[in-house]
C-alpha cells in the first residue's frame, strides 16, 4: 500500500473564497518540509484553486463538480462526500486528514476514521461539534479558551489564537526586515481575499481616491485570478497616480512589509498584517469574520468599520482621513499587533 503521509480536504470556489485553501497551503509547505508527502482533496467548482495547489508542488485528488453551492451540498450530501473521501484515503497509509471546511462536522469525521491515525480541523466558527484528535483555529476572540467547550472531546488537543496562526515563511522572513515606522502614512496596501465578492477593491479606491492625490500617496492593490472585477479594478488603479495593481502575486509579504497602512477584510490575511505590525482598517466580508474584527477592535488591534453591505465610501474616506491626519492612531495600532503573538 502506498504511504502519502497527509491528506488534507478543502474546498475554494467563488462562493466560498480561497482564504480556506491558502491557509492550508502554508500548512503543507510546512509539513513537506518536515519531510510529510501532503495530498489534497478538493471538489471541482468555478474558481476550486485546483491549478494553484498543483503549482505548489502538491497532488490534488478532484471531486465531482457540482450545480450548486458547495457550502449547501456538503453540508446535505455529507455522506456522499465522506464515501468519495474514503474511496481515495482507502488506497493509501493515511497519517492524518486535515479537514478546513465550514460543512464538515463530526458525522463526517467519524466515517472517515477507520482510513487515518489522525484527524485534524483548522476551524473558526466553533458551530458544531468536531471528532478529532487536534483543533487548531488561528483566530482571536474575547472568549477563545471556552470557545469549544461541548463541542469537541476534552482529549482533543485545542491549538487556540494567532500565536499558533499559519504564516508563510515569507512573512517570517519579512518580519525581520520591518522597517522603523513613525507613524506617517506613505503607501497603503489594498486586499480583500482572492476573490473579492462584494467587490469592496474598488469601493475602496473609488473612496479614497482624491486623499491618494493629495497626499501623493503610493498604493498597491492586490486581487486574486478569481476576482471577477479585475479588469475593471485594473483600469481604475490605471487612471489614479501612485496606485500599482498586482493579480496573484507570489510577494504578498514583501507588499504589505513595506506598506504603513492596509486596508483590507477579516480573514487569514488579518493574521499576515497584524505579523507585520502592519495598522488595518478591516471591512468584513463574511459572517465569521465579524466577531473577529469586533473583539480586535475592542483591542486597537485594527481599526473596524463594519460589514460590507453597511460601509460606504464615506465612511472609508473619513476614516483613512483620521489615519493620514494622526500619527499616534497609527503607531498605537502598530504596537498593539505585537500582543496577539505572544
Known sequence: MDIKGIFIRVDASVEIGTGHVMRCLTYAHEQKKNGSVVVFICRKAQGDCIELIEQNGFEVHELPSVNTSLWQYTKE??????????????????????????????????????????IMVIDDLANRKHYCDILLDQNFYLDMNTRYDGLVSSDTK???????????????NARQKIKPFSGQVERVFIFFGGSDPTNETEKVLRAI??????????????????????????????????VMFHCQVNNMAELMARADLAIGAGGAATWERAYLLLPSIVITVADNQIEIAEGLHKKNIIFYLGTSFKVTELMIRNSMQQFLSNQSLVTKISDNCLSLFK
Open 209 to 242: 481616491k482624491s486623499l491618494i492625490e493629495i497626499y501623493q500617496l503610493k498604493v498597491d492593490v492586490v486581487v486574486g485570478n478569481s476576482n471577477s472585477k479585475k479588469k475593471v479594478i485594473k483600469e481604475l488603479c490605471k487612471s489614479i497616480h501612485g
Open 158 to 172: 485545542l491549538l487556540l489564537g494567532p500565536k499558533y496562526a499559519l504564516l508563510r515563511e515569507e512573512f517570517k
Open 77 to 118: 450530501n455529507w455522506i456522499i462526500d465522506a464515501n468519495q473521501t474514503i474511496k481515495i484515503l482507502e488506497q493509501f497509509e493515511v497519517k492524518r486528514v486535515v479537514i478546513d471546511h465550514y460543512s464538515i462536522d463530526e458525522k463526517w469525521e467519524k466515517m472517515i476514521t477507520p482510513f487515518t491515525n489522525e
